[in-house]
């Protein structure tokens, strides 16, 4: 385990040994990976392998660049600057890593993203571990094993929706971030889940019957929060919350 990824955690992962899995920090509470949190799991591990690919050819075959579009503008949302300390709630393979702006200078970053997918997560570190100053830990959103006010930029891209608990997982993002930092929160929307995942042979048997109501997830993000935002994207499709600590 690097250097700089243990100054952020709490001191009691570092009063005994961590787990790691292919050099990856295991750091999972067992409170938090039954229920959706492991079914979701389960199915982003046997994706991980194909999941970068299957958008690159069929999402672009169906959408065309369209993807690319909505990534860069959820990407361009945020306050990047150089030297920054970034945290990646459910990083996955690392696809939105490519649309940081290129005004910024990406290896002076310091990025930490965690997954709750051992799998994406190596998928990850096999793409960008050698391209980034990158540390990828495996553990919940619900319970981030970091300290508190440690990150410049705190973000999450797509699983949000079906979280054992999203509002926990949402003050968690708030808990470690520091004060002033603007938080994003982005994933798909009602629509996309009946018209893509519900349809899609691939993903059918995981939502089938699911539903996402973006109402609830924004009233679960404290009053106490500046700068309140929410927009859809990619024809509404996805949406984007934003707010400041």
């Known amino acids: 385990m690097d250097s700089s990824l243990e100054t952020k955690l709490k001191p009691q992962y570092l009063q005994q ?3 790691e899995a292919g050099g990856i920090p295991v750091l999972l509470n067992e409170n938090f990976i039954s229920g959706d949190n492991g079914k979701y799991r389960k199915m982003y591990d046997w994706m991980s ?3 970068d690919l299957a958008e690159t050819v069929i999402g672009k075959l169906k959408y065309g660049n369209s993807i690319n579009t909505m990534r860069a503008a959820i990407m361009s949302k945020l ?3 150089d030297g920054s300390s970034v945290l990646y709630v459910s990083i996955g393979t690392g696809k939105n890593l490519q649309f940081i702006p290129a ?3 990406k290896k002076s970053l310091d990025i930490t993203g965690i997954d709750l997918s051992m799998g994406m997560l190596k998928k990850c570190r096999r793409k960008y571990g050698d391209q ?3 540390s990828l830990v495996n553990c919940c959103a619900e319970d981030l094993p970091f300290r508190d006010n440690q990150f410049d930029i705190v973000f999450h891209v797509g699983g949000i929706n079906f979280f054992n608990d999203k509002q926990r997982a949402i003050q968690e993002m708030l808990r ?3 004060k002033r930092t603007k ?5 798909e929307t009602d629509f996309f889940i009946k018209d893509q995942f519900q349809e899609s042979s691939l993903s059918k048997k995981y939502f089938k019957g699911r539903t996402f109501d973006l109402k609830e997830l924004e009233s679960m993000i404290p009053n106490e929060v500046s700068e309140k935002t929410t927009e859809l994207l990619w024809g509404d499709r996805s949406y984007c919350i934003t707010f400041r600590k």
């Open 176 to 178: 470690v971030a520091k």
């Open 17 to 19: 040994p961590i787990k």
């Open 49 to 51: 392998h194909g999941y």
């Open 103 to 105: 005004s910024t200078d």
């Open 132 to 134: 980034l100053n990158l």
């Open 183 to 187: 938080i994003l929160i982005s994933d």
């Open 79 to 81: 306050e990047w600057k």
